[in-house]
């Protein structure tokens, strides 16, 4: 089985910082790409930044420039890095990433449970 488990959300004063991080473990061959998605309430689920095994990267024009995503292979896991925080930020921020299981032939996308991040003006 595998899983992923986010931490670093919280409270924020708008202006501020906060770092996510996603682990994911499990019966774990590789993991191709990874991403931070996030939901505000009333809203759909949209992609904040997504990151290539290899290191190329993609945002959303909304946090482009605030935003830094990266990872670490060898822990198999995912960083969102994010500065100069907004109210506008506020969600529940989903790890996502694309994994090939031991037994498997073909990677399959694998979610968080989700982590609240909510900024105050």
């Known amino acids: 089985q595998v899983q992923l488990v986010e931490s670093g959300g919280g409270l924020v004063q708008a202006g501020g910082s906060l770092r996510l991080s996603c682990a994911a473990s499990?019966?774990?061959?590789?993991?191709?790409?990874m991403g931070w998605y996030r939901q505000a309430p009333g809203k759909q689920r949209e992609l904040v930044a997504g990151?290539?095994?290899?290191?190329?990267?993609n945002y959303a024009d909304s946090v482009k420039g605030r935003f830094t995503i990266s990872r670490d292979n060898a822990k198999n896991t995912v960083y969102l890095q994010m500065n100069s925080l907004k109210p506008e930020d506020t969600a529940v921020y989903y790890c996502?990433?694309?994994?090939?299981?031991?037994?498997?032939?073909?990677?399959?996308?694998?979610w968080g449970q989700g982590i609240q991040v909510t900024v105050s003006s």
């Open positions: 996502n990433a694309d994994i090939l299981r031991r037994g498997s032939y073909y990677s399959v996308g694998y």
């Open positions: 499990g019966s774990i061959i590789s993991i191709n790409a």
């Open positions: 990151i290539r095994r290899g290191g190329s990267t």
